[in-house]
């Protein structure tokens, strides 16, 4: 059986969290000495002189709606990178506890367990970058604390079997973390339906790709409610500023929008994607179900060097595990793309 407080460290589980001034009070005040705040207002047309929500409840409620959740089974992270060093606060013991990953993937997993001093292991994705369950399965140990999952994953860009990671979620003992950034651009349903069958299933999502909010800093966490309680005892207490909280509900009333760019998105990618493939350069695209491509070639090093003294600049992946000669391209304007390609043209 699954009992979440086994899993969470002892510090934490005994925390008396920090408690904000506005936190302890619902009423309707009138005047606020509490918090020392500056009651004359701030150098700005609109004031910032007070302290944001700090459970975001707004933002919480409406995106609770659309995903058939809780408002209490979300968090909102300074972006999902404050989501995933937090998991590594509630969850692992600095020298003690390990987390497993399955690279190629996204950086910030290895680099928030190194700040955190927490041992990483590893168990590669397959050749066509799909999950190893076999692997994965042999290197947990009672210390596994979490298990990071990206899918669709960054960055080969395809989106992982959806029954590989039911079958991790459902053997593993610790908490499976399914990081769905790119979601939004994929076919695959997302896991946060799944919130409420396991309780050891955090789903994290992000503002910063299709919304096409990357500079407010806003991510999200779905999980239980207890695993939830316990991100609100570890965060600070004003994550998110109000000027984000704003921004964030603005946009969210801008649904539609978002879903227009997505498909021009996608659209985009496709036509990158048949243009690519004409250079002679270009030894193979992995199929993407995300905004970005990951685009082996002949001689990656040359090509990024080159495409820098165009000023273009495109993340060079051709270091990092299965992915020797690969650069990986973000999907940009069909005239960003376009000069993308005429600059490639050149070479
Ligand atoms: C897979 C993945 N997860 C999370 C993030 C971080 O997102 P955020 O901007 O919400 O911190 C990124 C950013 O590139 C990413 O690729």
Redesign the pocket.
Known sequence: MFILEKLVRENVRNLTPYSSARKEFSGAAQIFLDANENSFGSPLPENFNRYPDPLQTAIKEKIAGWNDVESTQIFVGN???EAIDLLFRIFCRPQTDNILICPPT?G?YAVSAEINDVKIKRANLTEDFELDVTAIKNAFDTNTKLLFV?SPN?PSGNSLRHDDILKLVKDFHGIVVV?E??IHFSREKSFVSEINNFPNLVV?Q?F?KAWGL?GL?V?LAFASEKIIEFFNRVKPPYNISKIAQQAILHALGNKSQVDRTVAEIVAERERLIESLREFSFVTKIYPSDANFVLVKTTDANAIYKFLLEEKIVVRNRSSIELCAGCLRITVGTPDENEMLLNSLKKL
């Open positions: 972006g999902s990178d996204y910030m990206c960054n990081d950034a790119y994290l992000t910063s990357a800093r991510g």
